[in-house]
């Protein structure tokens, strides 16, 4: 794996914990030799991420929309900046430049670049892993949603198996070069096939 999209917040959360661990997530990434792609901020998880990978002589794409880059929140020092024009187009070339995903903690925003990643999985229009470093047990809460829409039939268990989560970066970034897609989605079955 070349290269990671990382989803998370421009916050620095309620506890140290969060920075202290995308730091090292960061460390991990630079590394593996593993390019961070990510957001582009200079503030909150983002910065932290992006700054710990810079630090380690590692590599750092930030994707900004320009209306966020004119509120001079943009990180100064990355590898490169790419400035698009909406959040449809940088969600777009993260996926593009990234070999894999993972949300650290963040916000609805963090959220919906998740889900919508995951979701093109489970259509099939891309084979990468997804992940969820799942610092302070942040997402134990989605953990147990995604289990319950398991239960409730929602979601298939060969797609629930999609979500690769872990406390550790390490374990985390394991999982991700060890990941094997399902089969793409259908809602043929057997019948009508």
């Excluded at 030799?33 to 582009?40: A, D, F, H, R």
Aim: aromatic share 10%; glycine share 8%; proline share 4%.
């Amino acid at each position: 794996m070349k290269s990671i999209a990382v989803f998370c917040g421009s916050s620095d959360g309620a506890s140290n914990v969060y920075i202290e661990s995308a730091k090292k997530f960061g460390e991990e990434l630079a590394k593996h030799g593993i390019t961070l792609v990510y957001g582009g901020a200079s503030v909150g998880v983002m910065g932290a991420v992006a700054d710990a990978v810079l630090d380690a002589g590692g590599e750092v794409i930030g994707i900004m929309p320009n209306f966020l880059e004119q509120r001079e929140i943009s990180h100064r020092s990355l590898s490169k900046l790419i400035v698009v024009n909406s959040m449809h187009e940088r969600k777009a070339k993260m996926a593009e430049l990234a070999d894999g995903f993972v949300a650290l903690p963040g916000g609805p925003g963090t959220l919906e670049e998740f889900f919508e990643i995951f979701t093109w999985a489970q259509l099939g229009l891309h084979q990468k892993p997804c992940g969820l470093l799942n610092i302070n047990r942040y997402f134990d809460p989605l953990v147990e949603l995604f289990n319950h829409m398991t239960k409730e039939q929602f979601l298939h268990e060969k797609y629930r198996s999609m979500t690769l989560v872990d406390v550790e970066p390490n374990r985390l970034l394991e999982k991700l070069n060890f990941y094997e897609p399902p089969s793409i989605k259908t809602y043929l079955n057997e019948k009508q096939t």
